[in-house]
């Protein structure tokens, strides 16, 4: 019986086979493949096409080869995955994400080592055209922390944390990893802390040690760790306790507030804003930025700070 093979399994077969042997004919090609010499040409044409740099030598002892000293790489990379590739790395490297920034420039060095001429062209020119500008993370967070945690969300194991507070004190825990979020510039995890016997978020750039345990745990099915994070910051639990009213119809302060989650009321004047927030600074000079009427009714801090950075912004030009 007569296997059938695609045209793209035949293509590959070709590449194999001119990998293993400094040269092959057109006939013994055609034998292999049970193609004719016409097909045959044609495959070479589309390896040629795909920056594969297959040479034909013509007369009796002719045939195809590939270029002298050409190595195949163990990985092809489509146009988009090239793209996809490349810039994926480039927007590691300019948000500083949490990988070790000589990590990032290897990577982009071995791949564009495995490219074809062509698409190391196109890899080149989007290194060269393109700059990132873009909010990086407010503060470091550890690659080995996120390796970790992301390896015990995984297997479902638990992890030993030594953890500082936001009011400075540290405290071990024993504590079960159910996702790791990014949510306006700072890591959390969310999972179960065995301390506290209850569901707890950690930020990430205030673990100060983490240690990986053979513990397994069973993980909620249906649990939520994106939303329970947002509720929770929302909510807040001790930090302070963010109200305004804006001036505008809800419509316009959705658009205004997509980077800020937070519990919207309308109300006859505009639109309540509620949330919590670990730091007020952020949130004065995001209040400060927004070209709409806003009151800040919570809390008397936020009013303090926007007022001495009022009373600077006066001095830096002269009509304080």
Not at 43 to 53: A, H
Request: net charge neutral; aromatic share 8%.
């Amino acid at each position: 019986m007569r296997l059938v093979y695609s045209p793209t399994t035949r293509i590959l077969t070709v590449l194999e086979l001119l990998q293993s042997q400094a040269s092959l004919s057109g006939t013994a090609l055609s034998r292999r493949l049970e193609v004719d010499s016409r097909t045959i040409r044609r495959y070479i044409v589309r390896l040629q096409e795909m920056g594969i740099p297959v040479e034909a030598e013509h007369g009796p002892q002719g045939g195809y080869r590939l270029r002298r000293g050409f190595k195949l790489p163990p990985l092809m990379f489509t146009d988009g995955e090239a793209v996809a590739l490349t810039l994926g790395l480039m927007a590691i490297r300019d948000l500083q994400l949490p990988v070790d920034n000589t990590s990032v420039v290897g990577a982009l060095a071995k791949t564009e080592r495995v490219m074809p001429e062509a698409l190391l062209a196109q890899a080149r020119a989007l290194q060269e055209a393109i700059t990132f500008h873009l909010e990086r993370t407010p503060v470091a967070t550890r690659p080995e922390f996120v390796t970790g945690l992301s390896l015990a969300v995984q297997q479902r194991r638990q992890v030993k944390l030594s953890y500082q507070a936001w009011r400075a004190e540290i405290s071990e825990r024993v504590f079960e990893p159910y996702g790791i979020i990014v949510l306006e510039g700072y890591w959390y995890t969310v999972g179960y802390c065995r301390l506290r016997q209850g569901l707890r978020t950690f930020r990430l750039d205030r673990v100060q040690a983490l240690e990986l345990s053979e513990t397994e745990f069973s993980r909620p099915d249906d649990f939520d760790c994106l939303n329970y994070l947002i509720e929770g910051l929302i909510r807040g639990s001790g930090q302070d306790s963010v109200e305004v009213l804006i001036r505008a119809p809800r419509s316009v302060v959705e658009s205004k507030l997509w980077c800020c989650q937070g519990f919207l009321e309308e109300v006859p004047e505009g639109v309540i804003y509620r949330r919590s927030a670990y730091h007020l600074e952020w949130v004065a000079l995001f209040l400060m930025s927004l070209d709409v009427p806003i009151e800040v009714r919570q809390t008397p801090a936020l009013r303090d700070l926007i007022r001495q950075k009022a009373q600077a912004a006066l001095q830096m030009i002269g009509e304080a």
